[in-house]
Structure formats: C-alpha cells, structure tokens
C-alpha cells in the first residue's frame, strides 16, 4: 500500500512558535505538495515541490517555508506561527505526470494559542 | 493560469435519487481533470480522472463524471444516492504538462447530503 505520512495528527502550539511539520512518502515520487484546508475554502497550496532541494510558491505561501533535502521528506515550517494559521494541513506526493493522482496524508490539525 | 470553480457549495439529495456535483474549470492548456472525496474525519481519496482518453470517465461506487471541452466542464453523477455517499466532493485540474512543478488546483469543495 502507497503511503504519505505526517508527523503528528494533532498540534497546539503558541503564538510566536517556530513549528515544523514533516511529511514522509514510500512511493518515490517526484513532487510532493503542503496544502491546508479551511472550511468553506478547500485546499489552498502553500508550496510544493518537484525535486530534492527545488521548491515553488503556492498560491499562500506567506508565513510560510519548505524543506526538501532527500525525496521522500517534505517539511512545512512556520517560521512564527500566528492564531490565523490554525487549521489543518495536508501533505500529498504524486508522480511527475499530468495524470498522476495525488495521494494525501491524514492531515495535521495546528491550533495555534 | 488554471482554476475551478465548484458551482454549488451544498447538495441535497434523498436516498435513491441522481447526484449531480457541478464543476467547471479554466486551462490554459489541455488539463487532467480529478474528483476526490473526503468523508467526515477521513483523508481524500480519489474517485475517478480524466486524462484525455474516454470523455465519460467512470470511478469507484458509481460515480461518473464527463469532460464536456466546449462548456469546460467535469460534472460528477451518480443515478442513485445511498446514504454512505454522504461527503465532501472536491474537483481538481492539473494542467496537461510534464514539466517539474504541475501542481493540483482543489475547488472550494461540495458537501453532499443524502436524507433518507
């Protein structure tokens, strides 16, 4: 079975925090992608990735970083984490193909305080 | 650049009834068009896509969906509503390129629900 891991189901963190999301694939694929999810707004793209060390800005990337230093891991930072950037977070990969499917994690669900 | 537009936000529909889930989409060039569903605390998965074979695509628990290129549309149906279709229904392009960085564009989503 394919699989996209996130580090943690559930974090709270507080305002001002540095946090660190990472995510985890076992498919070898080559893009990888942080979206987060607000009711009401679907999923919004805040970077994504189509190499080790490459990265591209998504449609809300303010407040936010990426790292990609090996294929499989891709980790979202906040680099001071605010109460508007409570929500939940989804990591998915897919295969660099216009017909690759993506495959999601389970999702982080931040609460910022 | 590439979007979606989910035309209804929320759908109800009685047990046993026809589903039909709007989505229309803007390209630039020729996309690959996807339906995903996310049921209440679960992850997406994929229902069916569309990458520029058959026009009338057929997915898992009988959905379907056809890619209608002169009303840039990818509408998803089902004939008859069981209650465990009850979700939210995401319809996502990806432009039709293989170049690094084709990202996936997510419509603001559909919920689904199904009285019985």
């Known amino acids: 079975d394919v699989k996209v891991t996130q580090s943690s189901r559930y974090l709270v963190k507080r305002t001002g925090e540095k946090v660190f999301l990472e995510c985890v694939q076992d498919m070898d694929h080559e893009n990888m992608f942080w979206y987060r999810q607000d009711p009401g707004l679907g999923l919004r793209l805040i970077y994504f990735?189509?190499?080790?060390?490459?990265?591209e800005k998504g449609d809300i990337p303010e407040g936010y970083s990426v790292s990609r230093e090996k294929k499989e891991r891709f980790s979202l930072i906040l680099e001071s984490a605010s109460t508007n950037q409570t929500s939940m977070y989804l990591c998915?990969?897919?295969?660099?193909?216009?017909?690759?499917?993506?495959?999601f994690g389970q999702g982080t669900r931040l609460t910022v305080v | 650049a590439q979007s979606v537009t989910q035309l209804d936000s929320h759908v109800s529909v009685s047990e046993g009834t026809p589903v039909l889930l709007r989505c229309n989409y803007s390209s630039s060039y020729s996309p690959s068009l996807f339906w995903y569903v996310q049921h209440p605390n679960k992850g997406l998965q994929l229902l069916l896509k569309?990458?520029?074979?058959?026009?009338l695509v057929k997915g898992i628990n009988g959905f379907e969906a056809e890619f209608k290129k002169s009303e840039t549309s990818f509408h998803l149906t089902k004939p008859s509503a069981h209650m465990s279709d009850a979700a939210e229904y995401f319809c996502v392009v990806s432009e039709g390129s293989n170049q690094a960085g084709t990202a996936l564009i997510f419509g603001k989503g559909t919920t689904l629900s199904v009285s019985s």
């Open positions: 998915a990969s897919r295969l660099q193909s216009r017909n690759g499917e993506a495959f």
């Open positions: 990735s189509y190499d080790v060390k490459m990265k």
């Open positions: 569309y990458t520029s074979a058959a026009t």
